[in-house]
């Protein structure tokens, strides 16, 4: 949908050009969704079955129906008679940018819990979930340990690494904006409880409650953390670590575009773990990074 909101000089370029004539014959042309169309510019189907909830099986079908009239054309329909070339491109590339090898990278999974008459139009149905991520240089992913790494050492979280946990949304669903005096209360310990030549054996506890009664964030928060993790001091790294939280989240305001129904309390889950940086979303960086994190870390992510 982005395509209909560029400037009149980039809806002239080839890539536009393309898009429109290829969707003309698509139910609400340039539009959200899934689409297949030939080389040459031809729509054959839009893929993308069920709302709000996809049908894979059927969208399956549609994708092979498309490929069974794709080959049935003549080779002159179905190829472009030319190729684009970067001057007809009419949206920026996106940038796909990775964190520095160094960082501590975390994964954040979150989900509601089932609730009385739930049903697909709202987000917090537990079909759905949000990923999200979390990274810190090394210093910051240093505050997560105790000052002094001797078994029985208890350290409490604060700074930069505890910020994330109170203003990132990684504990709940949707990213509602948390000002300082929103947050009541943000504890976070950790204790060493073991050691094995160079790795420390790590307990987390958090205690969480956040309170906002502003204009765009009318809503509540109160939950509870644990967690452990493994220190390499060897190599200055976490090896594991996985926190999770549980919380009860109060949506004073139901707004129609997130939630249906006269529920406004539900419980919610969120797992942190160390995130395993799979190719197919590699470059996804985290929700708050342009709000979230320092101009000194945005300098450093790394170009494929």
């Known amino acids: 949908m982005a395509y209909n909101n560029v400037p009149d000089a980039a809806k002239a370029k080839g890539e536009y050009q393309f898009l ?13 969704g899934i689409y297949i169309v030939t080389p040459s510019g031809r729509y054959l189907k839009q893929c993308n079955v069920g709302w709000p ?13 498309a490929l069974a009239e794709f080959r049935a054309m003549p080779k ?3 190829l472009a008679t ?11 590339e996106d940038r796909h940018l990775s964190p520095a090898p160094e960082w501590l990278k975390i994964r954040s999974t ?6 009385p008459d739930m049903e697909y139009f709202d987000q917090r149905h537990p079909d759905y979930y949000k990923i999200d991520r979390l990274w810190m ?23 930069r690494a505890l910020n994330h946990l109170t203003h990132d949304c990684h504990l709940m669903l ?3 904006p948390w000002t300082k005096e929103s947050v009541k209360t943000a504890k976070m310990q950790v204790k060493i409880v073991a050691k094995k030549g160079r790795y420390f054996d790590l307990r987390y506890s958090g205690d969480f409650h956040f309170d906002s009664d502003s204009r765009w964030n009318k809503s509540s928060y109160r939950g509870k953390l644990l967690g452990k ?5 060897e190599k200055k790294q976490f090896t594991r670590l996985q926190w999770v939280a549980l919380g009860e989240r109060n949506q004073r305001v139901l707004r129609s575009n997130e939630a249906r129904g006269s529920v406004h309390v539900t419980t919610v889950g969120s797992v942190l773990e160390l995130d395993p940086m799979r190719p197919n979303d590699r470059h996804i960086l985290p929700h708050r990074w342009e709000h979230g994190y320092p101009k000194e870390m945005k300098q450093q992510l790394v170009a494929p």
């Open 174 to 176: 949707g990213c509602p």
């Open 53 to 65: 909830k996809l049908d894979p099986q059927q969208s399956l079908q549609r994708m092979k129906e």
């Open 110 to 115: 979150t989900r509601s819990y089932a609730f």
């Open 20 to 32: 429109q004539k290829a969707l003309t014959g698509a139910p609400h042309g340039i539009h959200q």
């Open 82 to 92: 030319r190729a684009l070339t970067e001057s007809d491109r009419s949206m920026p």
């Open 229 to 233: 993790a493994v220190w390499d001091d």
């Open 137 to 159: 240089t090394p210093e910051t992913a240093r505050s997560l340990l105790p000052g002094k790494l001797e078994v029985g050492e208890v350290g409490d979280i604060q700074g």
């Open 76 to 78: 002159g329909q179905r």
